[in-house]
Nanobody, 123 residues
Framework: QVQLVESGGGLVQAGGSLRLSCAAS????????MGWYRQAPGTQRELVAA???????KYADSVKGRFTISRDNAKNTVYLQMNILKPEDTAVYYC?????????????????WGQGTQVTVSS
C-alpha cells in the first residue's frame, strides 16, 4: 500500500511564497511521473505542474514563471515552490504519483493521491 502525505500549505498574502512537499511511503519499487493538482470551490481539479522521473517538467500556463516543481527520488518526495502568489491560486492542492509496486514477481502500477493541503492567498 502506498501513501502520499502533503505538507506546507497555509495562509499567505498576495505576492508571498509557499513551498509544498509530498512524501510517498510504502512498498514502492519505482515512482514514475509525479505532479501537483489543485481544486478551488466550484471548479474541477486541474493540473498545476508535473515532473517525470528524469526531471522533465510541465506547467499550467497560469503558473509558469511563478511555480517550480522538483523532486528528490532518493526521498520519494516531490516539491512545489510557489512564488508571487495571487488570490486566484487559492485552492486545495493535491499531489499525485504514478507508483509501481512489486508483489509475487509482478509489477503493479497505480495512481496515488495525497489528502490535499489548503493554500489560501489573501489580497
Amino acid at each position: 500500500q502506498v501513501q502520499l502525505v502533503e505538507s506546507g500549505g497555509g495562509l499567505v498574502q498576495a505576492g508571498g511564497s509557499l513551498r509544498l512537499s509530498c512524501a510517498a511511503s510504502g512498498s514502492i519499487a519505482m515512482i514514475n511521473d509525479m505532479g501537483w493538482y489543485r481544486q478551488a470551490p466550484g471548479t474541477q481539479r486541474e493540473l498545476v505542474a508535473a515532473i517525470t522521473s528524469g526531471g522533465s517538467t510541465k506547467y499550467a500556463d497560469s503558473v509558469k514563471g511563478r511555480f517550480t516543481i522538483s523532486r528528490d527520488n532518493a526521498k520519494n518526495t516531490v516539491y512545489l515552490q510557489m512564488n508571487i502568489l495571487k488570490p486566484e491560486d487559492t485552492a486545495v492542492y493535491y499531489c499525485n504519483a504514478d507508483v509501481e509496486t512489486y508483489s509475487g514477481g509482478v509489477y503493479y502500477s497505480r495512481i496515488s493521491w495525497g489528502q490535499g493541503t489548503q493554500v489560501t492567498v489573501s489580497s
